[in-house]
């Protein structure tokens, strides 16, 4: 290649680079928290299954930028499931993040975004749950396999006590949010949260009503076999949005699984995972952390106005299956109060990862 090749393709790609640029904001200032909460909203949203989750702490952010285009945020977030079941309308601000003694559960997500018309839209996410292994008490609560059979027992017999009590309504199992067992003198103690639904019985036989306005709520049991106590808190059935930016409507209740005794290979697991999606093919924007790992890939599109608690789509989107195309989420929320001025230049230096939220 001659001189003068040289020059033009230095040239070239120099003009590329400038066209193109990179910008990393600091991990707690308002345009990157703006950022995360609108990823936790609509990874909540997608999740279909469990507990909503809260974030903890922002990773790292990038903004790409090019002249007549969209900026492009690529965002890594570190979310905690909280006590909130997915069907439940409360906002997660006002959910309480479990304890690690309780054996919290981790969500690492990579989200990308684009901001188009001042507002941002996700077009492509991939998410790890696992859980969180580190400062477990001896003798603390364990979690259990959701299939796990002497648990489900258990679950059904708090389920007929809290039926036994009720008067003109019959409820069914819905979902089984969470079950462990902790061992104390007189045998193993469980503790069980499960979701119920307003039923329909005919011959002792009762399934859950599928109508949005049927009574839902979720259900925690203690006890010792027989020995238990069962207390239950109905959801309310429609709700007006929490987000102020939100143009109307009411939140309706995703559909979830209904446990039967064909259990799924999912229900082996010990807690419900955040929904799996992601496209690298095409944006090619995840880190190569995520990229790595095995997940469904699913393709991001049909854009869809969603307020920021947006509930989960109709769709069965658990972590076990993920088919068909899941809509683009554009959110729109206040951004977060900026936090106080840090001085430490350690930070100044190193920008992120963020703040700690919880733990």
């Known amino acids: ?122 077009t492509a996410f991939k998410c790890k749950t696992e859980e969180s292994t580190e400062d477990l008490c001896l003798g603390c609560p364990t979690l259990l396999p959701l299939n796990d059979t002497t648990a489900l027992n258990f679950v059904h017999a708090s389920l007929a006590t809290f039926n036994n009590n009720t008067v003109n309504t019959t409820y069914s199992l819905l979902e089984v ?44 049991a203690k006890g010792l076999g027989a020995a238990h106590t069962v207390d239950c808190k109905m959801f309310s059935v429609m709700v007006p949005p929490q987000d102020a930016n939100s143009t109307g409507g009411s939140h ?30 095409a944006t090619g924007l995840l880190s190569s952390e995520s990229a790595s790992e095995s997940a469904e890939v699913v393709s991001v599109a049909t854009p869809a106005v969603l307020n920021a608690t947006a509930p989960a789509p109709t769709a069965d989107t658990s972590s076990a299956s993920v088919s068909g195309e899941v809509p683009v989420a554009v959110v729109k929320r206040d951004v977060p109060d900026a936090p106080a001025t840090v001085t430490d230049p350690v930070l100044l230096i190193a920008p992120c990862p963020g703040r700690v939220r919880f733990f």
């Open 177 to 220: 949010g969470r079950m462990s067992t902790q061992i104390v003198s007189g045998g193993p103690r469980y503790l069980a949260e499960y979701v119920i639904a307003e039923a329909n019985c005919t011959d002792d036989v009762c399934v859950p009503l599928n109508d949005v306005m049927a009574s839902r709520g979720i259900c925690t």
């Open 252 to 281: 309706i209740f995703p559909r979830v699984h209904v446990h039967t005794q064909n259990m799924t290979r999912k229900h082996g697991l010990r807690h419900h995972k955040l929904t799996s999606l992601h496209d690298p093919h």
């Open 1 to 122: 290649m001659n001189r003068l090749s040289i020059a033009v393709v230095l040239g070239l790609l120099a003009l590329g680079c400038a066209q193109l640029g990179v910008r990393q904001p600091e991990c707690d200032s308002p345009e990157a928290e703006e950022a995360a909460y609108a990823a936790q909203d609509y990874l909540n949203g997608q999740h279909a299954h469990g507990y909503k989750y809260a974030l903890n702490r922002i990773e790292d952010i990038k903004i790409l930028t090019k002249p007549n285009a969209d900026d492009i945020y690529v965002v890594e977030v570190d979310l905690l499931e909280t006590d909130c079941h997915v069907l439940d309308p409360t906002p997660v601000a006002n959910c309480t993040v479990r304890p690690k003694a309780l054996t919290s559960v981790e969500g690492d997500c990579d989200v990308v975004m684009k901001r188009v018309g001042g507002v941002l839209t996700v």
